[in-house]
């Protein structure tokens, strides 16, 4: 069985949180529950982003580390503009946030999901290869969902993040994310 993403594909592998600071939200992880280490890119978000379609360019921080095999990401935003961030503290608060799966095809499961009745909030391109879609989990659901695309890049950014904690001493918790794009200049 493939667990690129720490579980199998198509099952939910990563947990996200909206926190008014990400570096509170990531000494709370590992104080509570040893989760690290964490990934941190400070500044993301400007380019090739869309928000309910149109061109967005709302910016956040992202932290990403593993608990088992489950993946944590803690989100910031950086501005008050238009975004899925705003939006879901506008109408949640701050908190849970998405629960994501990768799917190896990314524009079939989006269309399964808006013939479903799911509404595409967010798109983006993902560090490094490959592109994310966002959408709204409906009133019932706890949060959004996260589709990720399923590609040789991803798989192995989110390999690279749970090898990372496998074993992990606690030494150096926050860590910049290039450490992990590094990785990618030996995608096959």
């Known amino acids: 069985m493939d667990e690129s993403f720490g579980q199998p594909v198509g099952a939910a ?22 989760v690290g280490p964490w990934f941190v890119i400070d500044r993301i978000g400007d380019t090739g982003v869309t ?33 899925i961030y705003k939006e879901a503290r ?17 524009q079939e499961a989006v269309a399964t999901c808006r013939a479903h009745g799911f509404v595409v909030l967010h798109h983006s391109p993902t560090p490094g290869g490959g592109q ?15 589709l990720v695309e399923d590609v040789p890049a991803t798989r192995k950014v989110f390999t690279a993040v749970r090898r990372a904690s496998m074993g992990w001493d606690g030494s150096n918790p926050r860590r910049d994310f290039a450490e992990i794009l590094a990785v990618l200049e030996t995608v096959d």
């Open 90 to 106: 506008e109408r949640r608060g701050y908190g849970f946030h998405h629960v994501a799966k990768a799917v190896p095809n990314l």
């Open 132 to 146: 994310v879609y966002i959408l709204d989990g409906g009133d019932d659901g706890p949060g959004m969902i996260e």
């Open 13 to 34: 592998f990563q947990m996200a949180y909206f926190l008014p600071d990400v570096e509170a939200g990531m000494k709370w992880w590992t104080a509570n529950f040893g």
């Open 51 to 83: 928000y309910r379609g149109k061109p967005a360019n709302a910016e956040f921080r992202i932290a990403m580390a593993y608990s088992g095999h489950l993946n944590i990401e803690l989100i910031q935003t950086l501005d008050d503009g238009p975004s």
